[in-house]
Each structure stands twice: as structure tokens, then as C-alpha cells.
């Protein structure tokens, strides 16, 4: 899967191709006829951020959509409206090759773009993206999940909360944790912040 980079600006409105998650949260739950109180309750998210991630005015991290996409009842790739990786003859298949030129799709999600920096791979484990986080240091929920994550700042800057304690990175600037210490992070800058994230397990 190939994805675009996006533009920076935080009035930035969704191209052809791109996906705005926002909306597509809020047609799984009504068509599964969940009330947004459920979802929260299933999920562990609260009510009122839930309700801005739907209108497009809050982002969300992948692990939290994660947590959004269980408490529904689909798959991580149904809310990217995105094609799984097709099944291998050969289960040995453990390369993949994805050139510069063929990232030309963004998956949206409020003030964030995720840019995916492999193509699907049955048996990978590895997630690593580029993430787009424009300013504005909107806060969400500390989460925590299986697996580890790593991130690297090439520009802007970044506060990355771990465990109730507060990280500002800056260009140059890495963190490496496992996932199931409480987690978040926001753009309290003026510029967009471009971050280089690894995470395991796969999120979609």
C-alpha cells in the first residue's frame, strides 16, 4: 500500500485517495447501532473525545484505534477502507521493497497522517510510518497495548508522555518504550512535526 504525504496545513482537507477516519468511526457504530456511550464504555475512551475524533476535530493514535475497532467488532483495515495483504502461497515470503516514489496515499485521522513507510507482508511484524502531527497540542488519552514502539524526530517538535511524565523531543531527538507503559503525545509547536514511528505488532 502506497500513501501520499500530506499537506501541512491543520485546515488541510482530505484528496482523492485519502481517508478521513473520523467519519468512517461513525458509520461502523451507527450501522452496528452503538450508541456513543457504548463505545466508550467498550473501548476505554471517553465520551467527549470519541465524539471529537468522529467530527474530524481530534486525532487518534493507532493504538487507540485499535481499541475503537475491537470495541466494534471489525478489523483495523475496515476503518482505512484498505485491502489486507493477499495470502502467500509460500509462507516463507518475508520481504518486501517499497520505492520513494510509490508513497502517494495519506490515511488521515484529525490533526495526524500516517504514511506508511512497507507495503503489507503476511507474517511482519513491524509498523514503521512516517507521522504527520500538526500543531496545535491537542491532547489525548494515555493508552497502553501489547508489543514496543520507537520514535524518531526529523522535524517540529514533539511531547511525548510516558507514564504520567512528560518528554519534549526535538529534531534529532528518539524514545523507545514497550507499549504497555500508559502513553500518548501531542504537537505543542507551531510547525507540523514529522516523526519517523516503528511500532509492533502491526495495527492494521
Not at 133 to 151: L, M
Amino acid at each position: 500500500m502506497s500513501l501520499q504525504a500530506p499537506d501541512p496545513d491543520p485546515r488541510h482537507s482530505p484528496q482523492s485517495g485519502e481517508v478521513e477516519i473520523g467519519p468512517r468511526i461513525r458509520e461502523l457504530r451507527e450501522a452496528s447501532g452503538m450508541s456513543l456511550r457504548g463505545l466508550a464504555r467498550a473501548s476505554g475512551l471517553s465520551v467527549g473525545f470519541l465524539s471529537q475524533v468522529e467530527r474530524g476535530i481530534s486525532s487518534i493514535a493507532l493504538s487507540s484505534l485499535r481499541a475503537v475497532a475491537d470495541a466494534l467488532g471489525h478489523p483495523m483495515s475496515e476503518l482505512f477502507e484498505t485491502e489486507g495483504p493477499p495470502s502467500p502461497d509460500d509462507d516463507s515470503i518475508i520481504f518486501t521493497l517499497m520505492r520513494g516514489s510509490e508513497r502517494k496515499r495519506s490515511v488521515v485521522s484529525g490533526g495526524r497522517h500516517y504514511e506508511m513507510l512497507s507495503a503489507r507482508a503476511p507474517g511482519l511484524i513491524l509498523e514503521p510510518m512516517l507521522v504527520y502531527i500538526e500543531p496545535g497540542g491537542v491532547e489525548e488519552p494515555p493508552v497502553s497495548h501489547a508489543g514496543e514502539e520507537f520514535a524518531y524526530v526529523l522535524s517540529g517538535r514533539l511531547v511525548y508522555e510516558v507514564a504520567g511524565e512528560e518528554h519534549l523531543l526535538e529534531p534529532g531527538d528518539s524514545l523507545y518504550l514497550r507499549s504497555n507503559t500508559p502513553h500518548a503525545m501531542r504537537n505543542d509547536g507551531t510547525e507540523t512535526c514529522v516523526v519517523v514511528s516503528v511500532v509492533t505488532p502491526r495495527h492494521y
